[in-house]
């Protein structure tokens, strides 16, 4: 692997001379998420309230926050099994274009339709923390390939970090742009947050296209033990499919206890106790920016503990701040629990990502990241649709307690069912 150097251990793996060892692509590829996750912030707070503005109710934005995370899904799965194939820049140049164009075409014809196909495609509003929707595992993939093992977990969580730090800008842009434009009320007063997201796409294209692709080399095997690398291989294949449908069951408990809440939470807090984006925005802001702190701390954790101590310890506090933010009584408490939640909660998500990837080999990391993205995706877009349904009727607090309930069956599931596998991280085929 070009360009990617190892760091003594007494180096910092955050430091400015650890960043230099990096691979070039992959220091690009984490720069392009980090101008992507400016966007998805305005998009994370705004978003749902310019469909407010429309005259959406809760239960139409939770499908139409549910038709993306299907859509998204669907693609996914497509996306990883070729790109491991053809190689992962193209897919990466296909979201972006398809991003500007329709971006473009929701500033100059906002119909419904072209709002709703936008929406769904790239999965406006989902807080995807600068993520290619369903490309993501191209991208996901691509960036592990650029990156030896043993700096997986600590580049990973990096990686979440800068992405953090984004949507933290993202979101305080969220509170200012729809007051950008003097006289605009209403839902054309959130013009400015889809040009945002044009300028970010237009300006991540032109990122990508320079970029040049090494694509995966197939595994070597000698003539003369050919059938002893077969029977290997395949070994090495029931293992790893084994590996992933585990994974996969444990995500979709995570997930759908996920997308019961973050999606909708903006509507929510505007229902619950009629604030706005200019003080909403503020907490996601300060949310994320701490998250990304909470995320380069995982990365160091992973180091000492170990992947799976790292993704489940801070998850469990988590669940007990979840359950109490539905029964606070003012704006100010519950955004203190659910900055504090966030903090605990999404801050591995480096380090999920990092042992998804490491259950594979490079070959089949494109799979092993759809699979990842679909067990997430599909069941966290039914999410919405049932936490719309809820707060339509007035129950502001099941989401919150049902998404919790599944959230400790997370907990309890990954270390019992995926501990056994962060001894067996395929390092020597990377």
């Given at each position: 692997?070009?360009?990617?150097?190892?760091?003594?251990?007494?180096?910092?793996?955050?430091?400015?001379?650890?960043?230099?060892?990096?691979?070039?692509?992959?220091?690009?590829?984490?720069?392009?998420?980090?101008?992507?996750?400016?966007?998805?912030?305005?998009?994370?707070?705004?978003?749902?309230?310019?469909?407010?503005?429309?005259?959406?109710?809760?239960?139409?934005?939770?499908?139409?926050?549910?038709?993306?995370?299907?859509?998204?899904?669907?693609?996914?799965?497509?996306?990883?099994?070729?790109?491991?194939?053809?190689?992962?820049?193209?897919?990466?140049?296909?979201?972006?274009?398809?991003?500007?164009?329709?971006?473009?075409?929701?500033?100059?014809?906002?119909?419904?339709?072209?709002?709703?196909?936008?929406?769904?495609?790239?999965?406006?509003?989902?807080?995807?923390?600068?993520?290619?929707?369903?490309?993501?595992?191209?991208?996901?993939?691509?960036?592990?390939?650029?990156?030896?093992?043993?700096?997986?977990?600590?580049?990973?969580?990096?990686?979440?970090?800068?992405?953090?730090?984004?949507?933290?800008?993202?979101?305080?842009?969220?509170?200012?742009?729809?007051?950008?434009?003097?006289?605009?009320?209403?839902?054309?007063?959130?013009?400015?947050?889809?040009?945002?997201?044009?300028?970010?796409?237009?300006?991540?294209?032109?990122?990508?296209?320079?970029?040049?692709?090494?694509?995966?080399?197939?595994?070597?095997?000698?003539?003369?033990?050919?059938?002893?690398?077969?029977?290997?291989?395949?070994t090495v294949q029931q293992r790893e499919n084994r590996?992933?449908?585990?994974?996969?069951?444990?995500?979709?408990?995570?997930?759908?206890?996920?997308?019961?809440?973050?999606?909708?939470?903006?509507?929510?807090?505007a229902v619950r106790f009629g604030v706005g984006p200019?003080?909403?925005?503020?907490?996601?802001?300060?949310?994320?920016?701490?998250?990304?702190?909470?995320?380069?701390?995982?990365?160091?954790?992973?180091?000492?503990?170990?992947?799976?101590?790292?993704?489940?310890?801070?998850?469990?506090?988590?669940?007990?701040?979840?359950?109490?933010?539905?029964?606070?009584?003012?704006?100010?408490?519950?955004?203190?629990?659910?900055?504090?939640?966030?903090?605990?909660?999404?801050?591995?998500?480096?380090?999920?990502?990092?042992?998804?990837?490491?259950?594979?080999?490079?070959?089949?990391?494109?799979?092993?990241?759809?699979?990842?993205?679909?067990?997430?995706?599909?069941?966290?877009?039914?999410?919405?649709?049932?936490?719309?349904?809820?707060?339509?009727?007035?129950?502001?607090?099941?989401?919150?307690?049902?998404?919790?309930?599944?959230q400790l069956g997370y907990v309890v599931l990954f270390?019992?069912?995926?501990?056994?596998?962060?001894?067996?991280?395929?390092?020597?085929?990377?």
């Amino acid at each position: 692997m070009s360009g990617v150097e190892t760091i003594p251990e007494y180096l910092s793996p955050y430091s400015r001379a650890a960043w230099r060892t990096l691979d070039p692509v992959a220091r690009q590829l984490i720069l392009v998420r980090l101008l992507r996750s400016v966007a998805q912030g305005a998009l994370a707070v705004d978003f749902t309230l310019y469909l407010r503005a429309r005259g959406w109710s809760a239960a139409a934005v939770g499908l139409l926050l549910m038709a993306g995370g299907l859509a998204g899904a669907a693609l996914s799965l497509l996306v990883g099994v070729l790109s491991d194939r053809v190689g992962r820049r193209l897919f990466l140049i296909v979201y972006e274009t398809g991003l500007s164009i329709g971006t473009l075409a929701v500033i100059a014809l906002p119909a419904t339709w072209i709002l709703v196909a936008t929406a769904a495609l790239f999965g406006f509003g989902r807080g995807a923390n600068g993520s290619s929707g369903p490309f993501a595992p191209a991208e996901q993939a691509w960036l592990a390939q650029r990156i030896p093992g043993e700096r997986r977990g600590t580049v990973f969580s990096l990686n979440a970090g800068i992405q953090f730090a984004g949507m933290g800008v993202g979101s305080l842009l969220a509170a200012v742009l729809p007051h950008l434009l003097p006289g605009r009320h209403g839902s054309a007063a959130y013009l400015p947050l889809f040009v945002l997201n044009l300028v970010v796409a237009l300006i991540n294209l032109w990122q990508i296209w320079r970029l040049r692709e090494e694509k995966p080399l197939p595994e070597p095997q000698a003539a003369s033990s050919a059938d002893g690398h077969r029977s290997t291989d395949r070994t090495v294949q029931q293992r790893e499919n084994r590996a992933l449908f585990l994974l996969t069951i444990v995500n979709m408990v995570n997930s759908l206890g996920v997308g019961l809440v973050a999606p909708l939470l903006p509507y929510w807090f505007a229902v619950r106790f009629g604030v706005g984006p200019e003080l909403i925005g503020p907490v996601y802001s300060l949310t994320f920016f701490l998250t990304g702190l909470s995320s380069l701390a995982v990365g160091r954790l992973s180091q000492r503990i170990g992947l799976v101590r790292s993704i489940v310890l801070p998850r469990l506090v988590g669940v007990v701040l979840l359950v109490l933010i539905p029964f606070t009584p003012s704006f100010a408490l519950a955004a203190a629990l659910y900055v504090a939640r966030s903090i605990v909660n999404r801050g591995s998500v480096g380090a999920r990502q990092a042992f998804s990837v490491g259950l594979v080999r490079d070959r089949r990391r494109g799979l092993a990241s759809s699979l990842n993205a679909v067990s997430w995706n599909v069941p966290a877009a039914l999410g919405p649709a049932v936490a719309g349904y809820l707060i339509g009727l007035g129950a502001l607090f099941w989401p919150f307690l049902l998404a919790a309930a599944l959230q400790l069956g997370y907990v309890v599931l990954f270390p019992a069912v995926l501990g056994r596998y962060e001894r067996h991280q395929p390092q020597a085929a990377d």
